[in-house]
């Protein structure tokens, strides 16, 4: 379990400075965001990645995650712009996201996990820059180790910009884990609210 851990750290700090939950607004090159909710706090930053692939670009999103009932998250996701043209204003990524979790159940859980996933925002009120987002991500029993078997992670909301630097974002976020010889631990399944400012 120690070997799980430490390469899920590694894994987790390979990417330079890597929890995707949107895709990374067009026009915004790197940003910070803090969201909460009645029970979690989260922070995250997203930046373009250094990789391309045939496909175009890539961002790199790292977040942290605190509970109230002391769960304690890392996350990296590595995202893939598809370039899929289905609708205009439509952004759809997908790749990646490692987590690294200690939680609080009935017995300390370790838990490091690879998850594959989606993203998607789609620009409502162009004028307005008002766009909605959502997410999804699932890790495979192979691809999670120590205390658990799955990760499920699910969100959805808006953002809307108030100024060139600054935008609000609401939304509802599900993040459980299925753990071994224990009850399911769902860390979040709840309404978020938050701002996003945007570096440069």
């Not at 989260?42 to 009932?69: E, H, I, K």
Request: charged share 10%; proline share 6%.
């Amino acid at each position: 379990m120690k070997y799980g851990i430490a390469l899920g750290f590694l894994l987790l700090s390979a990417g330079g400075v890597l929890h995707a939950q949107e895709p990374r607004p067009p026009g915004i090159n790197t940003a910070v965001e803090a969201t909460a909710g009645n029970s979690a706090l989260q922070l995250r930053y997203l930046a373009p990645s250094p990789w391309a692939v045939t496909t175009g670009q890539s961002d790199l999103d790292y977040g942290f995650l605190l509970t109230q009932n002391r769960n304690i998250i890392g996350s990296a996701a590595l995202m893939f712009h598809t370039n899929l043209h289905i609708v205009p204003h439509l952004t759809i990524n997908v790749g990646p996201q490692g987590y690294l979790a200690l939680l609080s159940g009935v017995n300390k859980t370790d838990v490091f996990a690879v998850a594959f996933g989606v993203n998607a925002r789609y620009v409502v009120l162009p004028r307005w820059g008002l766009a909605a987002f959502g997410s999804a991500f699932y890790s495979p029993t192979v691809l999670t180790f120590g205390s658990a078997e799955n990760v499920y992670d699910f969100t959805a909301g808006a953002d809307i910009p108030f100024t060139a630097h600054l935008s609000g974002l609401a939304g509802y976020r599900w993040l459980k884990f299925t753990t071994i010889a224990e009850p399911d631990i769902v860390v979040q399944r709840e309404v978020f609210a938050g701002l996003r400012w945007t570096l440069k």
